[in-house]
C-alpha cells in the first residue's frame, strides 16, 4: 500500500533561515505528491503539488521536486519567516481526486 | 474564492450520543471525503464519497459511521454512538475531476 514518511519534528529554526523537511514515499504506479501546511487553530491548505517526475511544485518561497529515482519530495525555502510556524504534511495520491496517504506531519517553529 | 464550509467548529458530546457533523463541499466537485486527525497524530482517511455512493473506505469507518449528502449540498458524517476514542479534528474534503482535494476548517469533537 501507499506510505509517506517525514522527519520528525519539531524543526526549530531562526528567522531567515534555510528550511528543509524530508519526504519519502512508497507507492504503486506514479502518485500525485503533495505538502499541505496547517497553521495555529486552522485547517489544511495546500501549499504546492507536483503530478509527475521532475515537476517542482512552488508556493510562497516554499518549493518541493519530484523525485522519482529517490522516491522523494523534500520541502525547501531559503529564509523563512515567524508566519511560516506551522505543521507541513507531505501527501500523495494515485490520481489528483483520490484518497491522499498522509505523513505524520512535520511541526516548524521559526523564532524573530 | 470557493472554499469548503463546515459546521459546527467545534462540538462536545457526552459518550453513546450520536452526532452529525456537516459540510459544504465546493458546488462543482464531484469527489467528497471525510479524514480524522487525533490530537498529534497524522491525518487519517475515513471515507470517500462518488456519485451518491461510498466509494473507499478505510478500517476506521465501522458501523458506527455512516454518510450522507442529503441535498444535493450538504455532506455529512453521523457517529451513531460515539465513543472517547471519537475525539479528533474531523476534515472535510471535496475535489472536481482533475483537481487535488480542497480541505474545509475542520470540526474539533470532544466526546466526554
Known amino acids: 500500500g501507499n506510505s509517506v514518511t517525514q522527519m520528525e519534528g519539531p524543526v526549530t529554526l531562526s528567522e531567515e533561515a534555510f528550511l528543509t523537511i524530508n519526504c519519502t514515499y512508497t507507492a504503486t504506479g506514479y502518485p500525485s505528491l503533495f505538502w499541505y501546511v496547517q497553521y495555529p487553530g486552522e485547517g489544511l491548505q495546500l501549499l504546492l503539488k507536483?503530478?509527475?517526475?521532475?515537476d517542482k511544485g512552488s508556493n510562497k518561497g516554499f518549493e518541493a521536486t519530484y523525485r522519482k529515482e529517490t522516491t522523494s519530495f523534500h520541502l525547501e525555502k531559503g529564509s523563512v519567516q515567524v508566519s511560516d510556524s506551522a505543521v507541513y504534511f507531505c501527501?500523495?495520491?494515485?490520481?489528483?481526486?483520490?484518497?491522499?496517504?498522509f505523513g505524520k506531519g512535520t511541526m516548524l517553529l521559526v523564532s524573530p | 474564492e470557493p472554499e469548503v464550509t463546515q459546521t459546527p467548529s467545534h462540538q462536545v458530546t457526552q459518550m453513546g450520543q450520536e452526532v452529525i457533523l456537516r459540510c459544504v463541499p465546493i458546488?462543482?466537485?464531484?469527489?467528497f471525503y471525510w479524514y480524522r486527525q487525533i490530537l498529534g497524530q497524522k491525518v487519517e482517511f475515513l471515507v470517500s464519497f462518488y456519485n451518491n455512493e461510498i466509494s473507499e473506505k478505510s478500517e476506521i469507518f465501522d458501523d458506527q459511521f455512516s454518510v450522507e449528502r442529503p441535498d444535493g449540498s450538504n455532506f455529512t458524517l453521523k457517529i451513531r454512538s460515539t465513543k472517547l476514542e471519537d475525539s479528533a479534528m474531523y476534515f472535510c474534503?471535496?475535489?472536481?475531476?482533475?483537481?487535488?482535494?480542497?480541505f474545509g476548517q475542520g470540526t474539533r469533537l470532544t466526546v466526554v
Open positions: 501527501a500523495l495520491s494515485d490520481r489528483g481526486y483520490s484518497t491522499l496517504t
Open positions: 507536483a503530478t509527475k517526475a521532475d
Open positions: 474534503a471535496s475535489a472536481g475531476g482533475n483537481t487535488e482535494a480542497f
Open positions: 458546488s462543482n466537485h464531484l469527489y
